[in-house]
Structure formats: C-alpha cells, structure tokens
C-alpha cells in the first residue's frame, strides 16, 4: 500500500477573536514558482537563501509609472534611486526603460558613471558631499541638489576656483501635512529659507538655478501631500520667473510612494491599501498643470521613485531550518534568513508564503532568523501550515532597500539572482565568501602568532 | 503516555475536554493519534503506525510525535502521572 | 400578492453587549412586507450571538477579517454565493467597509449582489482624522481634535487641548482621559488593537444626540431619526433611548447629505451643548446597533436600503413617532456544543 502524505500533527486552543481559517487560504496558499521558475530548483542552484529579482516585474512596473505620468503630463523624467537597489544588472534595467540615476553618495555617483550614465543625467542628492564629489560633478555637468547653506557656499568657491557655473537645484522640505514632516533635509518652503536660498543663488550668479527638488516622505499612502507639495515647488517656480525673469527647467517630486507592503501596526493589508501610480500621477500632475504656469515654461517633472518601482519585483527564497515550541507553547519556526538580510522585517509585516503544497491546517507561528541575537525576528505573528526542516518559503516585495542595507553579520551575505526575460536565470550579485570579508583586514604582525 | 480519557473527539477535528470546558481543533494525524493515545496504545506503536502510513522517516516522525505530546501536556490534555 | 423572494448577506451578528448591527438590521428586513427574505449571516468568529439565533439568521457562514485582505474575502463570498445566490450584502463593521467598497464592483459584475455603500470618497473624508476638514466643507461645527503617532506627543496635549480629552481609535474605541497617564494608558490600549495614528479630541461638554439615516446618493436623505440615550452601560452603549423631536439636528443630516451625497446608512453622533449648539463627534459609514428604533418609529431603513441596492426609487419617509422608545435586553441563548464544533470545524452553521 502506497503510504500518505505527511503531516505533522497538530493541535490549537479554539480562542475567540483569532482569525477563522475560512477563507484565508489565499494568504498562505503556496508559491511554487516565480515567473516559472520553480522556486526549489532556484536554491538548488544558488544555494539557500537567495534574493531573487524579476526583471519582468521591474519593466512592467516601470512602464506602468511612466504610462501614468506620460498620460497626465507632457515632460516626465524618471531617475532611478541608486539606495534603493543598486546592484549594476538592476540599475541598467531601469536605465535601458529611459531611468536617469539619482545618486546620494559618491560612491553611488561612481557607481552610475560606471554604468555608463552620462553626467548631466545624474541627479545629486544628499547631505554628505565631499569636494572630491562636488569637483567630479561641476566637470561631468551633473544637476547638483543642495541641501545646506553650507553646501551652497562650498559650491560657490569651488565654482569661483573652477570657473565653471554648475547646475544646482535646491532640495525644499516643507509642511504637506503628513507625519513625521521631513524637515532635516533642504530648506524650508514655509519660514523662507527656500525662497532665501534661490535668492541667494540667484543673484550670487556663480550657481545656474535650473530645478526645484522636494522629498516629502517615505512610504506615503496620501497622494494628496504630493499635490500640496507639488502646488508649494510651483509656487516657489513662479516666483522666480516673476522676480527674474528666469524659467526653472524642472520640479523634482522625489519619491516616497509606498509599495504593496503592509506597514506593521496597520489594520489593513498594503496590497489592498496602497495608492497606485495613477493616484500619485493624478494629484502631481494636476497640481503642476493647474499651478499657473504657461504652457512653454511647463517644468520636466522628474520623480526619483525607487520603493515603488521595484519592491514588488523583489522575492527572498528561504529554507526552515529548525521548529521548536517556547516556554509558552506558542509554535516557533527558526529560517535561514534573518533580520541581518531582510532588514525591512524592522517595519514590515511581510508577506510569506510556503514554497510547497499543504492541506489546510495551519498555526500561530513566530518566525526567527538565524542569528544568536534576541532582535532576529522576521515575523512575530504569522499563520502558515505546518513547515517541517528544509522546506522552502516565499517571502514578498521585499526589492527595495534590503539589498543596500543589508548587514554583513555572523554570515554572508546571500546571492541576488535576476529571472530574465530571456527565461534564463542570471547571478547578478555573488554569494560572499570569508574572503570576500577578509580582503580588507589587515593582521599586525605581531598578533600572528599565539601559544594556547 | 495517556490521555484524559473524557475528552470528546469528533471526526471533523473537533476536541473538546468536558472538565475545562476548553475546545481544540487537530489536523487529521493529530486525530488519529489521540485515538490510539485514547485506546492506551503504547507511544513505539503508535510510531509505528505512523511510520507504516505516512511517507515520512522515523527521524521525523519521532520529533514530531514528542512535540506534539508535549504540546498535549501543556494544554493539560493529559493524565497526571501519564 | 405573493412575495418576492430576497437572500441577503448581513454581517455584525456580534448581538454582545456592545452590540453590532446586525441583528436588529435583520429584523427590519423581516418586517419588509413586500419580500420574503431569507437572511445568510456573514461571521468572524465562532461565538456571535446571530449564528445562534436560527429564528432571524437562516445559515451562517465564517468569512475573513478584514485584515486577510479583499482577495480572501472575495475567494471566500464567491464560495458562499455559489451556495446561497445571495442577491443584496448589507456589511455593518466600520473595518469591513473600505473592502466592501472596493469590491462592490466585482461582487455585482461577478456574483450579480447588490450594495448600497458610500463610495470611497465619503467613505474616507468622514474618517475620524479628516473630520476638522469634512466640519469646514460641511458647515457642521467639529470639537478640535489632532491626529498623534506616538506616546511622545500626549506631554503637548495638555497645552493644546486641557484635559479631560477624548483618546479614539482609528476605527473605533473611545475614551476619556482625565490625565496624561490615563491618554497613556489608552493610547497603548487602542493602538494595539486598531493601529496608529490615535485620534485626539477636545473634549465637548453637553448631551449625546444621535442621528440613524440613510441617504440616496444623490442629496436626498431619505429618512432620519434622531434619539437621545436615556441610559448608558459602562461601555457608553446607549442601553435605553428615544427618538426626539428635533428639526435642527434634521437639517444638520438633510444639509449634510444634500452636501456629500451620501449613499447608504449613517449615524450622525452629535454633542448639543448647554447653549443648543451641536458638534459633530463622528460619523458613522453604516446603520447604527439602535436602528431598530427607526423602524419602531415608522421609518424602516434598511427596507429603503434593500430596495435603493435593487435599483428601486424610494420616495423620502415624511415623518416618526417622536417619543418610542427602544430598551436593550440581554438573553441567553441556549444551544448544543455541537452547534459551536460545527461553525468552528467547517465555517458554516
């Protein structure tokens, strides 16, 4: 007699106030493949676990930001956020769909030159410029994005000492009425500091003014802030052409428009609740087209969304490694993948799904990382049939961010994998190895040798 | 290993223990094995049983099993000196 | 004139202390005289009282919270539909609403089931955070109240508002806070529960008058009966009430409805102050637990609903019998365990 299927047995308190079973099989209903390729043979190949990145979903993303945009207003530029992701392969999808490069560091404005982005379409941004940076970005005639007074001057001698004008835009942060206001970065639109700023610049005439940038937020579920936010850069646009005389080429939307994720603490899963593109597009552009401008001095809209645009295309494979039950008799589950990779399990409940085929009991489970740390926990509650060791899980949306502010921590980092739209399978970023790690130290020479 | 020998056990994974007032739901091979616990079948059997039914390994099926029974002493599913 | 024959889908059958209403929109819809109804209730947990009341629920079934997201709660009412062939959902949870209105496009093109919901533009600027903006597009008068993400900022408070204060939940809870401890103690307690951010409100001192209406969608209120709570249980559900005469409060629902255009049922929750003005403290997106009352005063809404989903014109209710009453009872419902295995172990009862 052939044997069944196993199980292991389970058991749960019938509570009042958990979740009923009926109806929720679509949260845990098994992802046995990712744009067709089986998520088994995927670790097989790269080991386990592993980032995995549909370049399908990417494009299509992209062109659906773009369609929404394009269809509303007639200049729009995307740029693509290099700290959200910038492994090269991913960079150059989004580079090839038309993307410009918004960099933060000079490290991320290396990283877009070599990747062979011409340097008038690399958008500065950030607190932290070096001379070195400002000096590479004034020669490659980059848009310069200020963020401080101090900055403003540095760039003003080093214009006088290179006697050249660079392009500048000036970063405003302002009140759209969200939480928290993001008022650390740029110049303030309200008590003036903005207006202060262009004028500066303007009659300083060592900088050229050509755009106006803003960053509201993150992870912003109100396409109305962008409105109020987009009519204050306009205002600040028209004031220059009134004052001077002079046309600003482009307003700089930033980014900020939340993914599918759901934020912990929120009642209603993300995937239900988060704006599309067309309800940010609608809000932005009706606000630029109704700001007052005519129709030749319309800016270039330029967004430097980076969440958005590739949460969704972003997928950690993972393997159980062990079950065990805790003191209180809650079930937990411990993963090869912690907090130390997929760092947005800080302030995500992330969507997890088993790789594999299941009847329809489930339990309350905790899942942990791997890490000897109290802190590793990927998910403090979550619903999922009974994993036994070695078994495979999905874990969603998680392209933005992890893989720039993941930690080399008591393991490696894993490989990134990119599913083609060539239907291949292409390593875009190695498994670390201990040499990896240990090529940069450096042992003192009398530390060499011990005696235990 | 022994169970209460009052707990009601239904076929649709329904448990309910009459002297707490408390009620469980168990997946299918957790049913079948609080019936053989409730025949007083001995924990090797049982095992046994498991193993000659399902497509799982002795390895596993031995954690499992300890796990589970575990989990009945801590719903208090189980006789005192079991 | 034989009857026509009607299934509707009803959820809140939470008939608790606290009560939802489901059960008393239930009983409106048996009084309908031109339908025969059958009644399918639609429950989240095991133990509401309506799975029970076999009398007023015919079949109830376990559907997903809110919370599993709209793709569950569709998979799961097209199973229920495939049995049942529901022609009208009535959903009565605030939480369940936002998924409601989104799918009631799909439920009507793929089940062919009616509602009646605001759309999602009501449905979102009377949330308990927009309602300073919704008091100035409205012309209704609203206490001042702010939307706070984190313990840090209750020390402010005191500045801004004095206490006592009022600490609400995104979608619901309500307390009065006579201290920063106590706005502590509450902001821990509902955020746990309903999310962030946590409502903080003035505090408005008078009587609590409350409005049940329903509104056609486009500006006409079809009908409305205010009602006063005469007595309170410590939860500050209205135990005991009576629908009172009160032509100010009617023209506050009729204005506001001639303003927003709602769709469907509300209750307006009002403060009348010492010297007779009203604020708004929250607007309600559905029928209230009291709405029974309405009907009991000669104005059943959600028969007006019922026949407004159906596509059916419905002409404006002219008057109510200012002076019923309506006095809550609790009872205890007998049934076998076997009842509580089966809604458990198959969702269905």
């Excluded at chain 1, 995927?42 to 990417?58: A, C, D, H, N, R």
């Excluded at chain 1, 410029?129 to 590479?136: A, H, M, Q, R």
């Excluded at chain 1, 430097?304 to 159980?320: F, H, K, N, P």
């Excluded at chain 1, 079950?323 to 302030?347: C, E, H, P, Q, Y």
Aim: charged share 25%; glycine share 8%.
């Amino acid at each position: 007699m052939k044997r069944q299927q196993y199980e292991r047995p389970l058991i749960q308190r019938i509570n009042s106030g958990i979740m009923n079973k009926f109806g929720t099989k679509t949260e845990y209903a098994p992802v046995t493949h990712i744009d067709d390729f089986s998520v088994k043979e995927l670790i097989k190949q790269y080991g386990s676990p592993v980032f995995v990145i549909s370049e399908k979903t990417m494009r299509d993303t992209y062109k659906e930001a773009n369609r929404a945009f394009k269809t509303r207003y007639p200049k729009v530029q995307f740029a693509w956020s290099y700290k959200t992701n910038y492994i090269n392969a991913v960079c150059n999808v989004f580079h090839q769909e038309g993307s410009w490069a918004e960099v933060v560091s000079g490290f991320e404005y290396k990283k877009a030159l070599q990747n062979g982005m011409p340097g008038n379409k690399i958008i500065f941004n950030g607190p932290d410029k070096t001379d070195e940076d400002l000096i590479s970005a004034i020669n490659n005639n980059s848009p310069i994005h200020i963020d401080h007074l101090d900055e403003l001057y540095r760039l003003t001698e080093l214009a006088d000492e290179m006697k050249k004008k660079p392009n500048v835009a000036i970063r405003v942060n302002m009140d759209t009425g969200i939480y928290p206001m993001w008022d650390r970065f740029g110049f303030n639109y309200e008590n003036g500091q903005a207006w202060d700023a262009i004028n500066k610049i303007i009659l300083g005439d060592k900088l050229e003014l050509v755009g106006l940038h803003t960053h509201i937020g993150t992870f912003m579920l109100s396409p109305s802030a962008y409105a109020i936010a987009a009519n204050k850069l306009a205002d600040l646009a028209l004031g220059v052409k009134k004052k001077f005389g002079r046309t600003i080429q482009y307003i700089d939307m930033g980014g900020g428009f939340a993914s599918k994720n759901t934020l912990k603490g929120s009642y209603l899963p993300g995937s239900d609740t988060s704006p599309d593109f067309n309800q940010f597009a609608e809000a932005i552009c009706t606000a630029l087209l109704n700001a007052g401008f005519v129709e030749k001095d319309l800016p270039l809209l330029v967004l430097e969304t980076g969440r958005a645009m590739i949460d969704d295309a972003g997928y950690l494979l993972g393997s159980v490694i062990a079950n065990k039950r805790l003191s209180d008799g809650r079930r937990a589950t411990i993963m090869d993948f912690g907090v130390n990779i997929l760092f947005t399990a800080f302030w995500y409940s992330h969507k997890i799904s088993p790789a594999q085929d299941f009847s329809t009991y489930t339990e309350d489970t905790v899942l942990y990382g791997p890490l000897c740390m109290n802190i590793d926990v990927v998910r403090d509650q979550i619903t999922l049939p009974p994993l036994k060791k070695d078994d495979h899980v999905v874990v969603h949306t998680v392209g933005a961010y992890n893989m720039t502010q993941w930690m080399q921590f008591i393991s490696m980092r894993p490989a990134v994998v990119m599913l083609g739209l060539d239907g291949k399978s292409h390593l875009i970023r190695k498994r670390e190895t201990i040499e990896n790690i240990e090529a940069n130290e450096v042992m003192p020479e009398y530390l060499l040798k011990f005696k235990i | 290993m022994s169970i209460k020998k009052n707990l009601a056990l239904s076929d649709t994974g329904f448990v309910f223990n009459p002297s707490t007032g408390d009620s469980y739901s168990v997946n299918p091979i957790g049913l079948e094995i609080l019936r053989m616990l409730k025949e007083n079948k001995k924990d090797e059997d049982i095992k046994k049983h498991l193993l000659a039914t399902y497509q799982a390994d002795f390895e596993t099926i031995e954690k499992d099993y300890y796990d589970f029974v575990k989990g009945l002493e801590q719903l208090k599913l189980t006789e005192n000196n079991g | 004139m034989a009857k026509k024959k009607l299934t509707v889908g009803v959820t809140g059958l939470n008939n608790i202390d606290s009560p939802g209403p489901g059960i008393p929109v239930i009983r409106a819809l048996k009084d309908m005289k031109d339908f025969d109804v059958r009644i399918i209730g639609l429950s989240y947990d095991s133990l509401e009282p309506g799975i029970y009341m076999h009398d007023l629920v015919d079949k109830t079934y376990q559907i997903p919270l809110p919370s599993a997201g709209q793709q569950s709660l569709l998979t799961r009412l097209d199973y229920i539909n495939s049995i049942e062939n529901l022609d009208i959902i009535i959903p009565n949870f605030d939480a369940e609403l936002f998924n409601f209105i989104k799918l009631q496009d799909a439920l009507k093109k793929k089940m062919n089931i009616h509602t009646f919901l605001p759309t999602l533009e009501q449905f979102e600027e009377r949330h308990k955070s927009n309602l300073p903006e919704f008091g100035v597009k409205y012309g209704i008068k609203v206490p001042k109240s702010k939307m706070i993400h984190s313990m840090a900022e209750i020390h402010s408070l005191a500045y801004e508002f004095g206490y006592p204060l009022v600490v609400k939940g995104k979608f619901y809870d309500a307390s009065i806070a006579y201290s920063p401890d106590q706005a502590m103690a509450y902001f821990n307690k509902i955020s746990g529960k309903w999310g962030l951010p946590i409502i903080i409100q003035q505090y408005t001192q008078g009587t609590e008058v409350n409005v049940t209406a329903i509104g056609d969608g486009k500006g006409n209120l079809i009908g409305a009966v205010p009602m006063r709570k005469t007595y309170i249980t410590d939860k500050g559900k209205a135990w005991a009430g009576v629908a009172l005469e009160d032509e100010e409060l009617m023209d506050i629902a009729k204005n506001l409805v001639k303003g927003n255009k709602w769709r469907g049922g509300f209750e307006l929750e009002m403060i009348r102050t010492e010297k007779n003005e009203y604020f708004l403290i929250e607007i309600n997106p559905r029928f209230p637990a009291w709405v029974y009352l309405a009907v009991g005063a000669g104005q059943n809404h959600p028969e007006a609903l019922v026949k407004m989903a159906l596509g059916e014109k419905v002409e404006p209710f002219k008057n109510y019998e200012v002076g019923k009453m309506f006095i809550r009872y609790s009872y205890d419902l007998i049934c076998d365990l076997k009842e509580f295995e089966t809604i458990t172990t198959l969702g269905e009862l």
